[in-house]
T-cell receptor, first 114, second 109 residues
Framework: DADVTQTPRNRITKTGKRIMLECSQTKGHDRMYWYRQDPGLGLRLIYYSFDVKDINKGEISDGYSVSRQAQAKFSLSLESAIPNQTALYFC?????????????FGPGTRLTVL | EDQVTQSPEALRLQEGESSSLNCSYTVSGLRGLFWYRQDPGKGPEFLFTLYSAGEEKEKERLKATLTKKESFLHITAPKPEDSATYLCAVGGGSYIPTFGRGTSLIVHP
């Protein structure tokens, strides 16, 4: 079984709809992240959480919110989806290893907003 | 602000034709430089972490090297299954990695 899972894997929704993307991990890591990936723009950080009580905005948090329900679960919500939120979304986890963290990514959710 | 620039954006090789991918970076206090492989529609897969200039790491046909300003991912005698996008990231003082835009590698049989 995969260490980091994301649901759904694909989602098509309409402008204005609320949508939630879910991430679960069995790696036992405290740190979790949400990224979006657009062609030619690379990975951009939306939100991150270093433990259950810690939530931090990334570089592109506008239009998004998150919930850290447990150490193993981190959800991303789009309160009112818009077409330019169409992208590939990735969840990642990490744990402190000396100087830095190595991140481990989930398989991604492909979101299309019509 | 940490910055990562990868070049070239795209690279086409014939099977067996060795080459290198470049990752140039600026960071305040390097905590680690990461290489990932990403297949289309999938999540990035961790390859290497390098911590200090002069360090090298190898995995099969891949070898990553690090200087104070850049890292190279050398691909020796590549095979079609090495085709993927290769991402570079640096970890600085904020503990949050900064990613480059990646190099798309296609290896033709």
């Amino acid at each position: 079984d995969a260490d980091v899972t994301q649901t759904p894997r694909n989602r098509i929704t309409k402008t204005g709809k609320r949508i939630m993307l879910e991430c679960s991990q069995t790696k036992g890591h405290d740190r979790m992240y949400w990224y979006r990936q657009d062609p030619g723009l690379g990975l951009r950080l939306i939100y991150y959480s270093f433990d259950v009580k810690d939530i931090n905005k990334g570089e592109i948090s506008d239009g998004y919110s998150v919930s850290r329900q447990a150490q193993a679960k981190f959800s991303l919500s789009l309160e009112s989806a818009i077409p330019n939120q169409t992208a590939l979304y990735f969840c990642a986890t990490s744990e402190p290893q000396g100087l830095t963290d190595t991140q481990y990514f989930g398989p991604g959710t492909r979101l299309t907003v019509l | 602000e940490d910055q990562v620039t990868q070049s070239p954006e795209a690279l086409r090789l014939q099977e067996g034709e060795s080459s290198s991918l470049n990752c140039s970076y600026t960071v305040s206090g390097l905590r680690g430089l990461f290489w990932y492989r990403q297949d289309p529609g999938k999540g990035p897969e961790f390859l290497f972490t390098l911590y200090s200039a002069g360090e090298e790491k190898e995995k099969e046909r891949l070898k990553a090297t690090l200087t104070k300003k850049e890292s190279f991912l050398h691909i020796t005698a590549p095979k079609p299954e090495d085709s993927a996008t290769y991402l570079c990231a640096v970890g600085g003082g904020s503990y949050i990695p900064t990613f480059g835009r990646g190099t798309s590698l296609i290896v033709h049989p």
